[in-house]
């Protein structure tokens, strides 16, 4: 079964420190990974995916496939990085259904 | 705002009633997906249009749940004889291809209430 994990519900940084946000799945085939983001107020909406490569808002977020990781990085945390971040996977099998993970609320401290 | 669009925002209805969403896709956008949201909680696949088709339903959608795009635009989600249990935020999303890695775009969600 497809499943995605985020072990941590809350996450606090202060301004200009490095942020990680850790995410893990478990598919036995070739999966796409996403992070999505929702800030407060405002809806769902994709941060970045993993076959794009880009960096988006100083994100990055690399796919480890032996340790079935996309971690999501930044170098340095602003303050309006503050969001609730899920990590989401779709299946080669299922090119629309996204399952996402509990998702991880960032607080950046100024 | 011409991103996908759902009404009501906010829905409070009594234990047994039942309740009908709507969701207004992007308008070129051929599939349609609805999700469900509880508190602490990650979106939740429930079910998947591709133009007027439901093509995939989760196991969460009970025989309660029915929901429907008859042309291939709006869709509604309508639960029957709501319970406590149903509470919780419904999102629609939308996009334009079948393909690896297209990008989906949500609504703002409704959020149910069930009293």
């Known amino acids: 079964a497809q499943r995605v994990t985020q072990p941590e519900k809350l996450l606090s940084v202060f301004k200009g420190a490095p942020v990680e946000l850790k995410c893990n799945y478990s598919?036995?085939?070739?999966?796409?990974l996403f992070w999505y983001v929702q800030y407060s107020r405002q809806r769902l909406q994709l941060l970045l995916r993993?076959?794009s490569r880009e960096s988006i808002k100083g994100f990055t977020a690399d796919l480890n496939k032996g340790e079935t990781s996309f971690h999501l990085k930044k170098p340095f945390a602003q303050e309006e990085d503050s969001a609730m971040y899920y990590c989401?996977?779709?299946?080669?099998?299922?090119?629309?259904?996204?399952?996402f993970g509990p998702g991880t609320s960032l607080s950046v401290i100024p | 705002d011409t991103g996908v669009s759902q009404d009501p925002r906010h829905k409070i209805t009594k234990r047994g009633q039942n309740v009908t969403f709507r969701c207004d896709p992007i308008s070129e956008h051929n599939r349609l997906y609805w999700y469900r949201q509880t508190l602490g909680q990650g979106p939740e696949f429930l079910t998947y249009?591709?133009?007027?088709?439901?093509?995939?339903k989760s196991r969460l959608l009970s025989d309660r749940f029915s929901a429907e795009r008859p042309k291939g635009s709006f869709s509604t989600l309508e639960i029957q004889r709501t319970e406590q249990g149903d509470s919780a935020m419904y999102l629609c999303?939308?996009?334009?291809?079948?393909?690896?890695?297209?990008?989906?775009?949500f609504g703002q969600g409704t959020r149910l209430t069930v009293v």
């Open positions: 989401a996977l779709r299946a080669e099998t299922s090119y629309d259904k996204v399952i």
């Open positions: 249009f591709q133009n007027e088709a439901q093509l995939e």
């Open positions: 993993h076959i």
């Open positions: 598919y036995s085939g070739s999966p796409e």
């Open positions: 999303a939308s996009n334009g291809e079948g393909l690896h890695g297209a990008e989906a775009f």
